[in-house]
């Protein structure tokens, strides 16, 4: 396949009346589709339905340590959840706090309290000059609204095949004393699928910030969403590398089921070490007199332990991982040599990253989105939503059906093609 940057200007023109007819005929069909967010299928949500029925009038609602499941207390989850969650994210049980049912929920309280209450005793984020945030890009979309929110200055920091340039990351923050946190998804990351390296981890765990109440938002959400069951990533665990390299305090780790049995509806948890874990109690205890502990026991119940959640999270691939090829499949033939796009094979995860030409992206979503294909709007995986190549798409596709699926990225390859076309054209 002829690279399209190498056509003649008359190539190109002929090429671009047969992709307009093409997409006049997808306009036809009047297409409804939703491609923009990351949510699991209604037949992903039926897997879990099982645990719907692991609780009714009859069972005995008492958790382990013989306390009442319906009644208030136990700030921190019931033992059983605890020693779910932590095995789930590779802890030790007594450095994990349950929460409610959204770890992204847990991020803005985090960020919430350093803002006004600071951190472990130092100074509250209102009360200083600027805060800075590192933003891993391309990330997710609603770390950075949550740092954005709270007026916190965000700085790109690009992705390598490794994780973050940790170059630039080992910098800045032993240089700035501003810069309190970074937003990591260490596995199957948001929206690329990349896992960092041992390399990468190791360096985080030895970081030297300017400031002593810098974090390191790690952000477990993939941890098991493996696509094969043969064909895994795995990732050195963060907390217990900080405290090796003698920055015990310098990393939370967040996660939820929420992509295991039902986003909205699961049970999310922050782990740390000791005395991060005493400051945070000081403000959930005036937060709230307990989370919800019968979810709790009912995913107890439900998965039982690790190996329950694993058996799970192998029929969610059976149900992701078509999908996923689908596309990468569509991508490859379509686009594989017409050097107008990138993308990267993720092994897990709920995304596919797609590069195209520089400031091609924004016309490329509102090209799909003419001919009835939303996807997440260009520039959304970037603070502020400006990305400054114009370049990265998101592509979301857990949520449609199959059918869907491969209209829409049908669909979205035309446009892909359609919009470099003129971008070349410009050029010529
Ligand atoms: C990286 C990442 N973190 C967190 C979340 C949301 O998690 P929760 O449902 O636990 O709030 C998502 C959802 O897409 C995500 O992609």
Not at 52 to 66: A, H, I, P, Q, Y
Not at 160 to 172: A, Q, S, W
């Amino acid at each position: 396949m002829k690279a399209y940057k190498d056509r003649s200007k008359e190539e190109l023109l002929t090429l671009k009346n047969e992709l307009e007819a093409e997409y006049k005929k997808f306009q036809e069909l009047g297409l409804k589709l939703d491609m923009s967010r990351g949510k699991p299928s209604a037949e992903q949500l039926d897997i879990s339905m099982g645990m719907m029925d692991v609780l009714n009038s009859s069972t005995d609602l008492k958790c382990r340590e013989g306390i009442d499941c319906r009644n208030y207390g136990v700030i921190d989850g019931i033992q059983e959840a605890k020693e779910l969650l932590a095995d789930l994210i590779e802890v030790p049980a007594d450095k994990i706090i349950i929460y409610g049912n959204s770890s992204l929920n847990v991020m803005y309280d985090t960020v919430a309290r350093s803002m006004t209450h600071g951190v472990m005793g130092s100074t509250p984020w209102c009360k200083l000059d600027k805060v800075k945030f590192l933003c891993p890009v391309p990330g997710y979309d609603r770390h950075f609204a949550i740092t954005e929110y709270f007026g916190i200055e965000m700085v790109n920091v690009p992705m390598t095949p490794e994780g973050p340039d940790m170059d630039m990351v080992e910098k800045l923050v032993s240089e700035d004393a501003a810069i309190k946190g970074i937003w990591c998804v260490p596995k199957y990351s948001n929206p690329q699928g990349i896992t960092y390296s041992d390399e990468t981890v190791r360096r985080f765990a030895g970081l030297k910030p300017a400031a002593e109440d810098f974090r390191i938002y790690w952000d477990n959400a993939y941890n098991v969403h493996h696509l094969y069951e043969d064909d895994q990533d795995n990732i050195l665990e963060i907390l217990s590398e900080c405290e090796k390299a003698g920055n015990p305090d310098m990393v939370y780790k967040f996660s939820s089921t929420s992509k295991i049995s039902f986003p909205g509806s699961g049970v999310a948890a922050i782990s740390a070490s000791y005395n991060n874990l005493k400051d945070i109690k000081k403000q959930m205890s005036i937060q709230t007199i307990g989370h919800d502990k019968l979810n709790q026991l009912r995913h107890v119940r439900y998965f039982r332990n690790l190996d329950g959640i694993k058996v799970h999270m192998m029929k969610h691939a059976a149900i992701m991982r078509p999908k996923f090829e689908t596309v990468l499949d569509i991508l490859e033939t379509e686009l594989s040599g017409l050097e107008i796009g990138s993308w990267l094979k993720p092994k897990g995860g709920y995304f596919i990253s797609f590069d195209a030409l520089d400031g091609c992206a924004k016309a490329i979503v509102a090209k799909a989105k003419e001919a009835g294909v939303v996807m997440t709007g260009a520039g959304a995986t970037y603070p502020y939503g400006k990305d400054p190549h114009d370049s990265n798409i998101r592509i979301a596709p857990s949520f449609p059906p199959m059918e869907e699926l491969l209209q829409a990225t049908k669909l979205f390859v035309l446009c892909v093609k359609l919009v470099s076309v003129d971008k070349l054209l410009e050029s010529k």
